[in-house]
């Protein structure tokens, strides 16, 4: 039995054939030419004819998974008609007389290294993409991808790491699993295995060769473990434990419909993350309370150009029409950090994560904020919208923000355009300055929400991107726990609720802590409603 320790990103257990992803040789060797600009034209139909590739696995991402995840594929196409990548392919064709494959792979690697020397780990990652678009043009020039994606029947897939067009390609009802020596949790091929529930455990380490092909093999994706060629104990005990997950699934089904509270009556909003209204099913299909956290950036990263005031109202106002009088609580762009747009022209930063960010970027910017925030207003008219400030860190931020948003208001009324006038404002506690300052923030606002992720990365001072400092970031701290407290403490003082929408809401071993501490709302992915509801209904405060 081999036994192969990676990162988990779903939390199945998945028991089948192990199957070695195999990609058509293609010949990128470097050979002279004799006609450079036949060799250009050539490059182009490749790169054409890639680009309508594209375009067709993004229209059959966005009926399999959502136009949020078939994004990327139009990024790629962006990449392809990027003109730096472009002139450099053509300036190694024209100056050193080199075929258009080994051009083509000697810019992807050049890009590739390139991102790879980034500090930003989503930077990092796009090192994945320009390989992926690079080896779609060189098997347009080699004669055309032929890959057999049909082969892939009920078997655990196994590979260096998987692009996302490959694994769109792939009929993913029929894989039971995926794992990777190489790649991240936030890779396209952990994220689609997240959002189609499929086991997955990424990063192993591990190269897999050709003599396990077609060996029985577990995917335990609770521990990060995967068993090739397992003896018939462990066998016996994954098989057991994948049924016991099985009758918890079913298990969950008797929370659906029921109150959120605890044995003792205490009454919790259980609300869902999504980061736009293709999200919305999944929220509903796992019966979220509300919309604990509308991550509106994903506008603008799915754009190419800032998106218009009209965009953004027919997206706010579609989410709170198909909330129907649900609470949905909009936090306003949170871009910077690891969230980078092109077109916001943002300077380069040694620490992004402590740079311009979110409501540093609206403050300095204000008719951009005020164009998102007249589509806010205009929204709340159609359902129960709420709307949250980012990264605040002081009192006179919110007080600009609130000036801002009444500036807009009067615009609306001489406008005679109808909004919410009782809509709640209400800001992310996401630093140690706006906990410790909690009890003079929460006199400003309707409500917090604790953004844990980001409380977690600045109290600790570690990257919460940076995985190499995995064995020192501890979530649980007691010192961010003691702000978390702090702040319910505080906002109950001011006769405000306190919610939290970060990661540690979803962890159901601090569950019964957030309960004692009085938290009043949490706001978690559209997966993990049902286990948490489950698990409050199951404690008593008592």
């Known amino acids: 039995m081999l036994t192969l320790q990676g990162k988990s990103v779903f939390t199945g257990i998945a028991i089948g054939p ?111 993409d320009v390989l992926d678009i690079s080896r779609r043009i060189e098997q347009q020039l080699c004669g055309g991808p032929s890959i057999d994606f049909s082969k892939y029947d009920h078997v655990i897939i196994a590979a260096d790491d998987l692009a996302p067009s490959e694994t769109l390609q792939l009929d993913t009802d029929k894989i039971l699993g995926f794992v990777t020596s190489s790649g991240s949790t936030n890779s396209h091929t952990a994220i689609l295995a997240r959002t189609l529930g499929i086991a997955a455990v990424v990063n192993t380490g591990t190269q897999i060769h050709n003599d396990v092909d077609g060996m029985m093999a577990i995917i335990d994706g609770t521990t990060g473990t995967v068993y090739i060629d397992p003896d018939q104990e462990t066998l016996c005990q994954m098989t057991e434990r994948q049924q016991q997950l099985k009758k918890q699934q079913e298990k969950l089904e008797t929370v659906r419909g029921v109150a959120t509270e605890t044995k003792d009556g205490k009454k919790i909003r259980l609300y869902a993350n999504i980061g736009n209204p293709d999200n919305l099913p999944q929220a509903i299909l796992n019966d979220a309370e509300g919309i604990g956290l509308f991550r509106s950036e994903f506008l603008y990263l799915e754009n190419t150009a800032y998106p218009t005031e009209e965009q953004q109202f027919e997206a706010y106002k579609t989410t709170a029409e198909t909330m129907a009088g649900k609470t949905v609580v909009i936090r306003t762009l949170d871009i910077g950090a690891d969230k980078k747009v092109d077109y916001f022209g943002l300077d380069a930063e040694a620490n992004p994560a402590l740079g311009m960010r979110a409501i540093r970027i609206c403050l300095t910017r204000p008719s951009l904020f005020k164009t998102q925030l007249r589509a806010l207003l205009r929204a709340s008219a159609y359902g129960k919208i709420a709307i949250m400030f980012p990264m605040i860190i002081s009192v006179d931020e919110i007080r600009q923000c609130k000036s801002l948003l009444q500036n807009v208001r009067l615009e609306l009324d001489n406008q005679g355009i109808a909004y919410d006038k009782q809509m709640e404002i209400g800001i992310m506690i996401e630093t140690p300055a706006a906990a410790i300052m909690s009890d003079e923030l929460a006199k400003e606002v309707d409500f917090f ?94």
């Open 449 to 542: 929400s604790i953004g844990s992720n980001d409380l977690t990365q600045y109290t600790l001072a570690i990257d919460r991107q940076q995985t190499t400092l995995d064995a020192f970031f501890d979530s649980h701290h007691p010192a961010v726990l003691r702000l978390i407290q702090q702040t319910i403490e505080n906002g109950h003082k001011a006769g405000i609720w306190v919610g939290i929408c970060g990661e540690l809401g979803a962890d159901l071993t601090l569950t019964e802590t957030f309960l004692k501490m009085g938290i009043d709302e949490i706001s978690v992915s559209p997966s993990s409603i049902l286990p948490l509801r489950q698990k409050i209904r199951s404690i008593s405060l008592l």
């Open 18 to 128: 192990l199957a070695l992803f195999h990609r058509n040789t293609i010949s990128t060797a470097p050979r002279a030419i004799d006609d450079a600009e036949a060799e250009v034209q050539r490059f182009q139909k490749a790169r054409t004819e890639a680009v309508l590739q594209l375009q067709k696995l993004y229209e059959k991402a966005v009926e399999k998974i959502g136009e949020e995840q078939a994004a990327v594929f139009e990024v790629h196409q962006m990449m392809l008609d990027d003109d730096d990548y472009i002139e450099s392919i053509e300036g190694k064709i024209r100056e050193t007389m080199l075929n258009a494959e080994a051009a083509v792979e000697q810019t992807a690697q050049q890009f590739a290294d390139m991102f790879r020397a980034m500090d930003d780990a989503y930077m990092q990652a796009r090192a994945a």
